[in-house]
């Protein structure tokens, strides 16, 4: 049985972190955010693209992770009756 990292949420579409996996998941592409915008930041014009090319790539492996070590995703409304 795999470990889930990642939780669907009850409401809506998604997941949150469910384990220490999860959270460090979470915390290693914040600051990779911050380390982004803080490289990027000299010269807004030059590097907007760049930046914002990274912000896509890192969510899109956010996502990606998130799928691969969590619950399968899908709408929800509620816990089933």
């Known amino acids: 049985m795999k470990k889930i990292w990642f939780k669907a949420k009850e409401y ?8 220490w996996e999860g959270w460090a998941t979470v915390l290693i592409f914040i600051i990779a955010i911050v380390i982004a915008a803080v490289i990027f930041e000299t010269n807004v014009e030059k590097f907007l693209v760049p930046y914002l090319i990274t912000v896509f790539t890192l969510s899109g492996l956010l996502i990606f992770i998130s799928y691969k ?7 929800r409304w509620g816990k089933k009756k």
């Open 69 to 75: 070590k969590g619950e399968k995703p899908g709408w």
């Open 12 to 19: 809506g579409y998604g997941w949150y972190p469910a384990t």
